[in-house]
């Protein structure tokens, strides 16, 4: 069955850097869009960081500008999503998920059809 899988959430200092990841299984990966989303406490879920299916292309929220950086391996079925000065408000369960590729980079959440279950990440002063 289909499956995301995240990793690499945790508890850091602002300032500090993370590297989640996410391994996916059970569907064609390299047919699909990869993205990244988060939802902190009391808000809605909002998309940071897209990859293409072969990983030439990029899209990021303007939140995530000059600090995320998202790549993919389709070698390995995973995606990651790099998070340097990360500040306070980065705070949030971040999640994976897959786009069947439809032309052109989104960050709308109704265009993804596979979701994983989340990493949390926690940034502290």
């Known amino acids: 069955q289909v499956q995301l899988v995240e990793s690499g959430g945790g508890s850091v200092q602002a300032g500090g850097s993370l590297r989640l990841s996410c391994v996916a299984s059970?569907?064609?990966?390299?047919?699909?869009?990869m993205g990244w989303f988060r939802q902190a406490p009391g808000k809605e879920r909002e998309g940071v960081a897209t990859?293409?299916?072969?990983?030439?292309?990029?899209y990021y929220s303007d939140s995530a500008k000059g600090r995320f950086t998202i790549s993919r391996d389709n070698a390995k079925n995973t995606v990651t999503l790099q998070i340097d000065s990360l500040k306070i408000e980065d705070t949030a369960m971040y999640y994976c998920?897959?786009?069947?590729?439809?032309?052109?980079?989104?960050?709308?959440?109704?265009?993804?059809?596979?979701w994983g279950q989340g990493t949390q990440v926690t940034v502290s002063s």
């Open positions: 059970g569907f064609i990966y390299r047919a699909f869009d």
């Open positions: 990859i293409s299916t072969g990983g030439d292309s990029s």
């Open positions: 998920a897959a786009r069947l590729y439809g032309g052109g980079l989104s960050l709308h959440q109704s265009g993804y059809d596979y």
